[in-house]
C-alpha cells in the first residue's frame, strides 16, 4: 500500500503541475530511507514518470539510487527530525529571552 500510496501522489501531483515532467524523487525519513524494497517497488512501476532504478545502487544502499538512464534522478536523503526541532527550538528560545512571551 505504501508504494501504491507514493505512486499515486508523484502521479498526481505530475498532472496537477500542468504535465510537467518529474525531475527528481526524493525517499527519505523512516520507510523512505530504509526500504529498498518500496523504493524497487515505486520504480518498477513508474517509468512512464521517467523514473528507472539501479538495482545495484538500490541494494548497496546509495544516495543516487537512478540509473544512468533515468531521465528522473530518484535520491535517498537520511532524515534528522529531532535535529531540525532541536535547531527550531533554540531559535525560538533566542526570540523568547529577547522579547518576551509576547514574541
Given at each position: 500500500?505504501?508504494s501504491f ?17 518529474l525531475?527528481?524523487?526524493v525517499?527519505t525519513?523512516?520507510i ?7 523504493w524497487?517497488r ?34 535517498v ?15 525560538l ?11
Open positions: 500500500m505504501t500510496r507514493a505512486l499515486e501522489y508523484s502521479a498526481w501531483t505530475t498532472v496537477a503541475d500542468g504535465l510537467r515532467p525531475d527528481t524523487l525517499f525519513a523512516g523512505g530511507e530504509n526500504a529498498p524494497l518500496v524497487e515505486i520504480g518498477a512501476a513508474a517509468p512512464w514518470l521517467g523514473v528507472g532504478l539501479d538495482e545495484e545502487r538500490n541494494r548497496r544502499g546509495e544516495e543516487v539510487v537512478s540509473n544512468p538512464n533515468s531521465s528522473v534522478d530518484v535520491l536523503i537520511p532524515a534528522d527530525e529531532e535535529r531540525a526541532v532541536a535547531a527550531e527550538m533554540s531559535i528560545r533566542s526570540l523568547w529571552n529577547q522579547d518576551g512571551p509576547g514574541l
